[in-house]
């Protein structure tokens, strides 16, 4: 069974930094691709980036320039480092990994980040 769990969120004033990170455990397919969905209270989840298990990334154009993914292969760990954060960056982050030859799809419990004006 695979797990994964986020860390990393909590309260930061506007302007500031936060680290996100997402350890998979269990017996996980080596090409994978692992994402950071968000989910506002009130509003749809949304894709805010994602990275293969080669290193291509992907981030939503709003959140470029602020938003960095990277990953550790050997950590089966993805992390998210948020920069310049505004309120309407408030939302659960959710951790989420998709195996690509079986197509198997696994979420994270989801961690608050509450960034206050």
């Known amino acids: 069974q695979v797990q994964l769990v986020e860390s990393g969120g909590g309260l930061v004033q506007a302007g500031g930094s936060l680290r996100l990170s997402c350890a998979a455990s269990?017996?996980?397919?080596?090409?994978?691709?692992m994402a950071w969905y968000r989910q506002a209270p009130g509003k749809q989840r949304e894709i805010v980036a994602s990275?293969?298990?080669?290193?291509?990334?992907s981030t939503a154009d709003s959140l470029k320039g602020r938003f960095t993914i990277t990953r550790d292969n050997a950590k089966n760990t993805v992390y998210l480092q948020m920069n310049s954060l505004k309120p309407e960056d408030t939302a659960v982050y959710y951790c989420?990994?998709?195996?690509?030859?079986?197509?198997?799809?696994?979420w994270g419990q989801g961690t608050q980040v509450t960034v206050s004006p």
């Open positions: 269990g017996s996980i397919d080596s090409i994978n691709t």
């Open positions: 989420h990994l998709f195996t690509v030859r079986d197509h198997f799809t696994y």
């Open positions: 990275i293969t298990s080669s290193g291509s990334t």
